[in-house]
């Protein structure tokens, strides 16, 4: 299935990005370590500017502006949730169904995002309000 997002160079998006089964592991505080870390291997290699954030027990919202060019988000998202994948604790971690482990999916987070691209400075307030 092919999603329809998006990708519209230098843009703004709004994201919502949920853990696996909506688990509360997001504010322990080696795992909230551990996301920042994600977030600055990321910037370091493909930069752009967070907006606005909220990190949640099971979620977190962002509002990013990538540089002009540049619209692909999707992979910054893969880094970030890689990463966080293969360093968290095993404690955070359900076990894996036989599927995920043939696909060596972790189960850490949801497979997608939602996201959405801001349209004007109306949108872009809306979503931070939201955030806030």
């Given amino acids: 299935m092919q999603y329809r997002r998006a990708k519209t160079p230098g843009a703004t998006y709004f994201f919502t ?8 592991i997001l504010c322990e505080p080696e795992n909230r370590d551990l996301l ?7 910037k370091t290699h493909h930069p752009f500017t967070i907006d ?25 998202w893969n880094v970030i949730k890689g990463h966080f994948s293969r360093h968290c604790p095993a404690n955070y971690k359900p076990v894996q169904s036989a599927a995920q482990k043939h696909k060596r999916s972790q189960t850490v987070w949801q497979p997608r995002f939602w996201e959405h691209q801001i349209r004007d400075d109306r949108d872009f307030e809306k979503h931070c309000d939201y955030i806030h």
């Fill in 36 to 42: 920042r870390t994600a977030f600055h291997l990321i």
């Fill in 17 to 24: 990005v949920v853990t696996f089964r909506r688990r509360e």
């Fill in 52 to 76: 606005a954030f909220v990190l949640l027990p099971e979620h977190l919202h962002c509002i990013w502006t990538l540089p002009a060019g540049d619209c692909d988000y999707s992979m910054r």
